[in-house]
């Protein structure tokens, strides 16, 4: 079951449209592959509490509340371990582009990624501490990405996630 759960919360940080050269299951699966490198390194960094897997195992989940300042830091963790944050601890928005492509999107679908992204980081300006900010960015983007309704489905991400090698 942990296993599981580390490679379910992969999908916490990355989330891309249906309409690019795959479908968005597909490419989050792709995408998720270099996150499940890093989540037991930034797990034991952080010393993070199971209440943090539990944040991020729920993510997806509209309805859960995403409160803990803690799971910032670990999402944060995440995509430094990637490359993916620049020296001002917000996110590369070329590397970020350049991660969805290589995982299978197009140039839409990875510009779009990375607008949303931004225009979430604009709304958190105000959010100084860093941990914090990744926060209110990630919750930004979570709600983003269901208002497009692009968000992955609990069974879809199971399924994967047992299959996953």
């Keep these: 079951m942990a296993d599981i759960r580390w490679r379910f919360v992969s999908l916490l ?16 699966s ?10 037991d390194g930034c797990k034991n960094e952080l010393q993070v509490g199971d209440h943090i ?22 999402i944060l963790c995440m ?22 492509k290589s995982h299978g999107a197009d140039d839409s ?19 100084e501490e860093a941990c914090s900010r990744t926060l209110e960015v990630s919750k930004c983007f979570r709600t983003k990405i269901h208002e497009l309704q692009w968000a992955p489905s609990f069974e879809v991400m199971m399924q994967e996630l047992m299959t996953a090698g």
């Design 109 to 127: 679908t990875a510009k779009q990624l990375v607008t949303i992204i931004h225009d979430c980081e604009k709304a958190s300006d105000a959010v």
């Design 30 to 39: 792709r995408m998720s592959t270099g996150f499940n490198n890093v989540v």
């Design 13 to 28: 940080c990355v989330a891309l449209m249906a309409d690019g050269v795959m479908s968005s299951k597909e490419l989050l």
């Design 53 to 74: 897997m539990q944040d991020m195992f729920n993510f997806w989940r509209e309805e859960y509340e995403l409160v803990n300042r803690e799971l910032g830091c670990m």
């Design 79 to 100: 995509a430094g371990k990637l490359g993916l944050v620049g020296d001002d601890q917000k996110m590369h928005h070329g590397k970020a582009e350049d991660y969805a």
